[in-house]
């Protein structure tokens, strides 16, 4: 989840850069669930680097969208949804 982190995530382990905003970050989920469908089978999937102490957290401006994130990236590669 490091990927869009400090972006279009907040409830990640490393912090120390800027990541992906959420729309290329579903660009390349979608991507990858194409690949999975025309030519490769998904054999395993590890959705990691969450930070359960700022996950979810609600801060000034919002609430953290990590979880929900994840849980997309789930259905977009794993289920194409």
Partial sequence: MDIGA??????????????????????????????????????????????PRRAGVIGSSSKDRTYEIAANLIKKIAFNR
Avoid: P, T
């Fill in 6 to 51: 400090n972006n279009a995530l907040e409830g990640v382990r490393f912090r120390n850069w800027k990541g992906l905003d959420e729309a290329k970050i579903y660009k390349i989920a979608d991507d990858l669930s194409q690949l999975f469908s025309d030519s490769i089978h998904l054999a395993g999937m590890d959705i990691c680097e969450i930070d």
